[in-house]
Structures are given as structure tokens and as C-alpha cells.
């Protein structure tokens, strides 16, 4: 386990409501990795809270599809297979490419400055290369292109499925060799926006998905390998 694996109290929330929060994100991250067994009592005195607090986590993290529940072993982080990994982009391409479309008809002026100041700021990410903030300025870019749709049952559905998608987009993103392309493959979904051109937007963003698939599969065989 990471040593920066902290609560971060907030006097808003309640207290199982935050040790969740953190473990959830350190999933979501990799600080806690896949197949990484969840032990109450460590993560408790390693958090400093009480053991009641982390099973109702766990609990919750199963629900999500982030803890997997194992006999005889207990709670670990779910892996990354390439079941749910495809399970979940099939949706996120299908979802993205009806986002783009309607963001052609449906984005204001403000929205496609917000837009172009998103794929700047991606990009200033990238040339410092913290992946955190390479993955956040990714999130806020898409969310843009969402919000721009006006659709709130799409928003919904997006918002629903973002924790999954996060997880899958943060191991793409850990790749270095893809910045370049993602850089260059938001510029295209950007453009056909700005040009209200539905057709290409939409394949744009489908190739977005199309190449994050490709390279998490390679990942995942390639972690097979070393464990055989």
C-alpha cells in the first residue's frame, strides 16, 4: 500500500462518507492496485479511524464494482479485466459519440472558449507530466463537450458511469507513449465542434475510445504475461 494513502477530512461529510471517498479515489488511481487485498485493520490504523467505517467502504466499493469479495481471502481491489474494461467502453464510445454530435448543434460561444481553454490546459498537463493532472484536465474537457449536450438524463447517465470510466481512462493516461495522440485526437474533436461538423465529431470520438481500448488491452495481457 502507498504511504500517501490519507483521509482528508471534511467537516461537510460524515466520517464513513470520507474514509469511502479515499479509498475509492486511491483505486481509482492505482495507489491501491488491482488485486490488492483490503484488511480492516491495517487500513484502519494506516487511516486512523475505526474498523466500522472501513467495512461500510468496503461494502459500498463492492456495490460499485471496485471491491471484489473473495472466500476464505476477504475484500480485495477488483482487477482490471478485459470484460468489464470492454463492457464499460462500449458504452462511454456510444455515449461520447451521441455527446459530440449534440454538441455540434448545442454549444454556446462561452462553451467552445471554455473548450479550447480545456485542450490547452490538457496540454499544459501533459508537458509536465503529473498523470493526475493529466486525468483531471481530461475529465474536465469531456465534461465540457456533456454539459455543451443540455441533455440532463444524458448527464445523469455519464455521471453514473464516470467513477468506472475514470478508472479505465487513469490507466490509459499512465501510458505515456499515447500523449501525443490524445493531444492531437482532442484537437480533432474540438475542430469538428467549432465546425458544427456532426459526422466527423462523432467519429472522432469514437476513435478516442477505439484507441483507449487498444491500448488498455495490450496493458492488461501484458500484466498476464508476467504473472504466468
Known sequence: MQDNLQVKMDEFLPLRDVVFNTLRQAILTGE????????????ANRLGVSRTPIREAIRKLELEGLVTMIPRRGAEVAQITEKSMIDVLEVRRAVDALC????????????????????????????EGDVKKIAKADVELHD??????????????VNNLSEQMYRYRFEYIKDRTQHKRLIEEHRVIYDS???????????????????????????IQLERSKRQ
Do not use: W, Y
Open 193 to 219: 465542434i467549432l465546425r458544427k461538423d456532426k459526422e466527423t465529431a462523432s467519429h472522432a470520438a469514437k476513435v478516442h475510445i477505439d484507441n483507449q481500448e487498444k491500448a488498455i488491452l495490450k496493458q
Open 32 to 43: 491501491l492496485k488491482p488485486g490488492e487485498r483490503l484488511m480492516e485493520i491495517h487500513l
Open 100 to 127: 459530440a454530435e449534440l454538441a455540434c448543434d448545442r454549444i454556446t460561444e462561452e462553451g467552445l472558449e471554455q473548450l479550447a481553454s480545456a485542450c490547452e490546459k490538457f496540454e499544459c498537463a501533459v508537458a
Open 144 to 157: 465540457i463537450i456533456l454539459e455543451a449536450t443540455g441533455n440532463q438524463r444524458l448527464i445523469q447517465l
